[in-house]
């Protein structure tokens, strides 16, 4: 009996089959749910940092009261140190400056006045109302026929003869009396068709636009232009006969009445 049972088979145990998670479903959905429920996540309110102990634990015994904390405790400079050199001259603006002369005029008890600054051509006339200008436009090819000063700048138009279809028509200027220059391009405006009378061509009438930065609004200061036209490989200029066209600031003062002065001064 001993014998049969050492030989006796070893009896195989079976793990246990996996679970399955627990199943649920929504009050709006009849399909389940297998996913675990999301936890909360917990948030910390970000603190700031300490100035030093000290202060960490006078801020127990006086919760209520503003703690005060200088750049130098979070490793900051605590000044910011600005070096300038004996030629710089001090940057005030034009407006800071403005008030200030206001507010001593009105101080002084004198009358008011405020110097204005405006530009004035040096040419007589509008090229355009004389006489010759459909003669000086055949020679030239290209002639101004006006310009006006502005709050925007110098506005104004010129006239070409339409030589052909492909044409530019640009302006060259300078504040500096030609130690420097600038360019800019006109912009088509209209067409006039050719004079069967005459025999001659068509022109086309372009409009232009100079700005005038108020730094150079001072008195004395000029502004002058010429006029370029390119067409069909040529250039043909208006420059005045060689003496360009000019513009010249001049001033003059404005006495403002009693009654507007606090306005004025506010309104600046």
Known sequence: GEEAAGKRKPVSIRPPAPREPPCSKTPNDSSPHCEPKPK????RRARSLPSSP?????????????????VDSL?????????????DDPSVPLHVLS??????ELASGRQLEIPLHYLQADYPAQPGDRVDFHQRLRHQRVCLERALCSELGITGSVWVLNLAFEK?????YSFTGWKSSADTKACW??????????????SDQFRFHLPVPPFILHPGATLEFAICYRVAGAEFWDNND??????????????????CEDSLVHFI
């Open 40 to 43: 909360p996540i917990i948030r």
């Open 54 to 70: 000290h202060r960490r634990r006078g801020s127990l015994k006086d919760s209520g009261s503003q703690r005060v904390r200088f």
């Open 75 to 87: 490793g900051l400079d605590l000044a910011e140190v600005k070096v300038f050199r004996a030629g």
């Open 99 to 104: 008030r200030l002369l206001l507010s001593s």
């Open 168 to 172: 530019e028509v640009g302006l060259r």
């Open 189 to 202: 405006e209209s067409s006039v068709r050719e004079d069967r009378a005459d025999g001659g061509p068509g």
């Open 242 to 259: 060689g003496r360009n066209y000019s513009f010249t600031c001049h001033s003059y003062k404005l006495t403002v009445p009693k009654e």
